[in-house]
């Protein structure tokens, strides 16, 4: 008997996930298309729908007597609605009506040349719908013309044309105008946009004084209005709008892009604080006589933040209300010049207050931008001390706290001396203990952890006074300083100007080891001696210089001072110095803008 070989092969696994995989691309794309085939049947659907709904208002404008072609309480009068919800087959319909007067050129304009004392020639009537029940994105807009049956006679009404631009004086299309007159009875509203050259014309209104309110918005933005007079605001800047007979009456407004703030408080090493509340305004007034802000926000800085929303451009000024802390500086400098759709950070910072204090802020003359490295000097009989801009501070003027302070909290008070330094001298001035008629040789004493409150760059040790008595040598006061990114640190490696353990830092040498560098917390040693013991060194102040993100730019601060008059000397290399007089009364602010050469 003859075998024959019969080939039983199937399908693989791997055959058939392709097979299934290239039925489902199929699948899914005839899915798709067939989806979108009834997407766009059912838009088109409520398209003709909608443009059949809006025919139909049309047709109603159209059949109506001319006189009757407006809208109720608006301008024309009439008896249209500009606003209904229609519903045809289960869709709801938000059908807006608008009813101009419209000028034509034909026969002159009003104002014009030659003046058109009738300029209401003719009615433009416009009708938008939008489904608010089927994700429709862009309404359906239809119009016509009405024209009267005979020629329009004389009119003693008037006009009033307005006009809408950004902050940069660009026209504003399409914002929204709602007006109110309050001469008639009842009140005429007007809702209309601005057309492409962002004006709106109302035409043949009637006469009014001081009675079309007047308010501007669009989207996004923030809105511009006419203001009432009232016991707050009895001198408004833009009141109410007149109507004049056969006159045109032009006002403006502006809008843009709403902006956003976000304010935080720091103290003066850069770590947050729970600051104080104030009020925030704009220099933009809507009344004078008094000062009247359009915006005057109140807030409070108890979290170490405030976030300010929807902003118009302006140039913003802070008050605070505080007897807590004082204003001793801000990033970017103060006044915050706002512009559209941005959104500023403002970083605040505090000292503790004092009856007295000022701030100083150094500009370049040309470009009002801050200025560092601007050297201030300020005096007068009882009183010398010279700041530099765009530095922070560290200093200790006072040791009558004594020993035993690991973190810098107490001012007066430091880690450990040697036993031989005096602290007792008024006002907490450090020299030399004294021994009978003769003082100790030599001491030397080590400062507290102050915390800078983020890694710095070290600049300068300077201190006072410079000058010594001579009989205590040349070198009666010399500086260590160590730094560390460690707070609790065990021990300190001291060094001087070289980085090494035997050089120091003096009167005369006095730019930090950059290899300091980088580190947020830091100590100082200071040594005193003498070479005659019937004199000691006397030390009055340290200052420690860096800088750091959290520097405010062009700027310095001084609290504790007494009140009175000072002498001010500003200069800065390539500048002309700037010499004055400051009055020192309460918390005071100064503004000194310096030219170049």
């Given at each position: 008997m003859e075998r024959k070989n019969i080939n039983q092969s199937g399908?693989?696994?791997?055959?058939?996930?392709?097979?299934?995989?290239?039925f489902l691309i199929f699948a899914v794309g005839i899915y798709s298309t067939i989806s979108m085939v009834f997407k766009i049947v059912y838009q088109s659907r409520m398209r003709i729908l909608e443009t059949t709904l809006l025919s139909e208002q049309l047709e109603i404008a159209r059949n109506l007597p001319y006189d009757s072609v407006g809208l109720t309480n608006g301008i024309p009068i009439g008896v249209l609605q500009h606003s209904q919800t229609i519903n045809r087959?289960?869709?709801?319909?938000?059908?807006?009506?608008?009813?101009?007067?419209?000028?034509?050129?034909?026969?002159?304009?009003?104002?014009?040349?030659?003046?058109?004392?009738?300029?209401?020639?003719?009615?433009?009537?416009?009708?938008?719908?939008?489904?608010?029940?089927?994700?429709?994105?862009?309404?359906?807009?239809?119009?016509?013309?009405?024209?009267?049956?005979n020629l329009e006679g004389a009119s003693q009404n008037g006009a009033l044309f307005i006009h809408v631009f950004d902050s940069n004086g660009i026209a504003v299309p399409q914002a929204n105008v709602h007006i109110v007159n309050t001469a008639a009875n009842p009140d005429v509203i007007i809702d209309d946009v601005t057309d492409n050259n962002g004006m709106l014309q109302i035409v043949d209104a009637p006469t009014g004084t001081l009675s079309y309110n007047i308010t501007v918005s669009k989207s996004g933005n923030n809105s511009d209005y006419t203001v009432t007079s009232s016991a707050q605001n009895p001198n408004p800047l833009k009141p109410p709008a007149n109507v004049?007979?056969?006159?045109?009456?032009?006002?403006?407004?502006?809008?843009?892009?709403?902006?956003?703030?976000?304010?935080?408080?720091?103290?003066?090493?850069?770590?947050?604080?729970?600051?104080?509340?104030?009020?925030?305004?704009?220099?933009?007034?809507?009344?004078?006589?008094?000062?009247?802000?359009?915006?005057?926000?109140?807030?409070?800085?108890?979290?170490?933040?405030?976030?300010?929303?929807?902003?118009?451009?302006?140039?913003?000024?802070?008050?605070?209300?505080?007897?807590?802390?004082?204003?001793?500086?801000?990033?970017?400098?103060?006044?915050?010049?706002?512009?559209?759709?941005?959104?500023?950070?403002?970083?605040?910072?505090?000292?503790?207050?004092?009856?007295?204090?000022?701030?100083?802020?150094?500009?370049?003359?040309?470009?009002?931008?801050?200025?560092?490295?601007?050297?201030?000097?300020?005096?007068?009989?009882?009183?010398?001390?010279?700041l530099q801009s765009d530095l922070g501070y560290s200093r200790q003027t006072d040791w009558s706290g004594g020993s035993g302070q690991t973190n810098f909290l107490d001012e007066t008070k430091y880690?450990?001396?040697?036993?031989?330094?005096?602290?007792?001298?008024?006002?907490?001035?450090?020299?030399?203990?004294?021994?009978?008629?003769?003082?100790?040789?030599?001491?030397?004493?080590?400062?507290?952890?102050?915390?800078?409150?983020?890694?710095?760059?070290?600049?300068?040790?300077?201190?006072?006074?410079?000058?010594?008595?001579?009989?205590?040598?040349?070198?009666?006061?010399?500086?260590?300083?160590?730094?560390?990114?460690?707070?609790?640190?065990?021990?300190?490696?001291?060094?001087?100007?070289?980085?090494?353990?035997?050089?120091?830092?003096?009167?005369?040498n006095t730019i930090i080891f950059a290899g300091l560098a980088g580190n947020r917390y830091l100590r100082y040693k200071v040594f005193l001696s003498?070479?005659?013991?019937?004199?000691?060194?006397?030390?009055?102040?340290?200052?420690?210089?860096?800088t750091n993100n959290c520097v405010p730019p062009g700027q310095v601060f001084w609290s504790g001072l007494s009140g009175g008059t000072y002498n001010l000397d500003v200069s800065r290399a390539g500048y002309a110095t700037n010499s004055g007089t400051a009055t020192v009364s309460g918390n005071g602010e100064l503004e000194i803008n310096l030219s170049s050469l």
């Amino acid at each position: 008997m003859e075998r024959k070989n019969i080939n039983q092969s199937g399908f693989t696994l791997i055959e058939l996930t392709v097979a299934i995989s290239i039925f489902l691309i199929f699948a899914v794309g005839i899915y798709s298309t067939i989806s979108m085939v009834f997407k766009i049947v059912y838009q088109s659907r409520m398209r003709i729908l909608e443009t059949t709904l809006l025919s139909e208002q049309l047709e109603i404008a159209r059949n109506l007597p001319y006189d009757s072609v407006g809208l109720t309480n608006g301008i024309p009068i009439g008896v249209l609605q500009h606003s209904q919800t229609i519903n045809r087959d289960g869709a709801n319909f938000s059908v807006i009506t608008s009813v101009r007067n419209i000028d034509d050129p034909f026969d002159g304009t009003l104002g014009g040349v030659p003046n058109d004392t009738a300029p209401a020639d003719y009615k433009l009537v416009e009708v938008s719908g939008i489904c608010t029940n089927c994700s429709q994105q862009e309404p359906v807009i239809l119009s016509t013309i009405i024209a009267p049956k005979n020629l329009e006679g004389a009119s003693q009404n008037g006009a009033l044309f307005i006009h809408v631009f950004d902050s940069n004086g660009i026209a504003v299309p399409q914002a929204n105008v709602h007006i109110v007159n309050t001469a008639a009875n009842p009140d005429v509203i007007i809702d209309d946009v601005t057309d492409n050259n962002g004006m709106l014309q109302i035409v043949d209104a009637p006469t009014g004084t001081l009675s079309y309110n007047i308010t501007v918005s669009k989207s996004g933005n923030n809105s511009d209005y006419t203001v009432t007079s009232s016991a707050q605001n009895p001198n408004p800047l833009k009141p109410p709008a007149n109507v004049v007979s056969q006159s045109i009456t032009e006002i403006s407004f502006s809008i843009d892009d709403v902006s956003a703030m976000n304010v935080s408080s720091l103290n003066s090493v850069c770590s947050s604080l729970a600051g104080p509340s104030g009020s925030l305004y704009g220099e933009k007034l809507i009344g004078a006589n008094p000062s009247v802000y359009k915006t005057n926000q109140s807030f409070s800085l108890a979290s170490g933040n405030y976030n300010f929303s929807n902003l118009e451009w302006d140039t913003y000024h802070f008050k605070m209300a505080s007897t807590t802390y004082d204003v001793a500086g801000a990033i970017p400098m103060l006044p915050i010049k706002l512009n559209p759709g941005a959104t500023q950070n403002v970083s605040l910072i505090f000292k503790a207050h004092t009856a007295n204090s000022l701030l100083v802020k150094v500009k370049d003359a040309g470009t009002g931008l801050p200025l560092s490295n601007a050297t201030v000097h300020l005096y007068n009989g009882s009183f010398d001390d010279t700041l530099q801009s765009d530095l922070g501070y560290s200093r200790q003027t006072d040791w009558s706290g004594g020993s035993g302070q690991t973190n810098f909290l107490d001012e007066t008070k430091y880690f450990a001396d040697s036993g031989t330094l005096d602290n007792t001298i008024s006002p907490g001035d450090l020299r030399l203990k004294k021994v009978g008629s003769y003082y100790l040789a030599s001491g030397n004493l080590e400062s507290a952890t102050f915390d800078l409150g983020s890694s710095v760059t070290l600049r300068n040790i300077i201190f006072e006074p410079i000058s010594q008595a001579v009989q205590v040598g040349s070198s009666s006061i010399l500086f260590q300083l160590a730094a560390t990114n460690t707070p609790n640190a065990v021990s300190w490696i001291y060094s001087g100007p070289d980085g090494s353990a035997s050089t120091y830092y003096s009167a005369t040498n006095t730019i930090i080891f950059a290899g300091l560098a980088g580190n947020r917390y830091l100590r100082y040693k200071v040594f005193l001696s003498t070479l005659d013991t019937r004199y000691s060194p006397q030390l009055s102040e340290v200052n420690i210089t860096y800088t750091n993100n959290c520097v405010p730019p062009g700027q310095v601060f001084w609290s504790g001072l007494s009140g009175g008059t000072y002498n001010l000397d500003v200069s800065r290399a390539g500048y002309a110095t700037n010499s004055g007089t400051a009055t020192v009364s309460g918390n005071g602010e100064l503004e000194i803008n310096l030219s170049s050469l």
